[in-house]
């Protein structure tokens, strides 16, 4: 349902939006993100101090799931900012969508 001093036309957009981001936010894509990015925390390119070498076969390995996990996090981020986009401004209304009254307070502040 159109707000007030919104046309159809953005009540839809705007529907279709909200619903987009609950579906968006079912399937966990952000969530991935955070997981993957776990993953790359915990991946061994370099051996810590008093550590053994990394062989290199581990070491091939691990760069490439780097470079497989990065390519996850930047296709899923994507797709998330495409139908998504940051939004600029939130609006705040009251309820029934009415303006928001605040109560103004004469304050004394003593020397």
């Not at 001093?5 to 993100?33: F, P």
């Not at 070491?59 to 797709?79: G, V, W």
Request: proline share 2%.
């Amino acid at each position: 349902m159109a707000r007030q001093g919104e046309t159809v036309a953005q009540a839809n957009r705007r529907i279709r939006q909200e619903e987009l981001r609950e579906k968006l936010v079912a399937q966990g894509h952000l969530e991935q993100v955070i997981k993957n990015i776990e993953k790359i925390e915990a991946l061994k390119l370099k051996p810590k101090e008093g550590e053994k070498e990394i062989e290199y076969k581990d070491y091939q390995y691990n760069t490439f799931e780097l470079q497989r996990l990065d390519k996850a996090i930047s296709a899923r981020l994507k797709l998330v900012n495409k139908y998504l986009p940051d939004l600029k401004a939130t609006e705040v209304t009251g309820e029934g969508g009415e303006d928001i009254r605040v109560a103004a307070y004469e304050i004394n502040f003593k020397s």
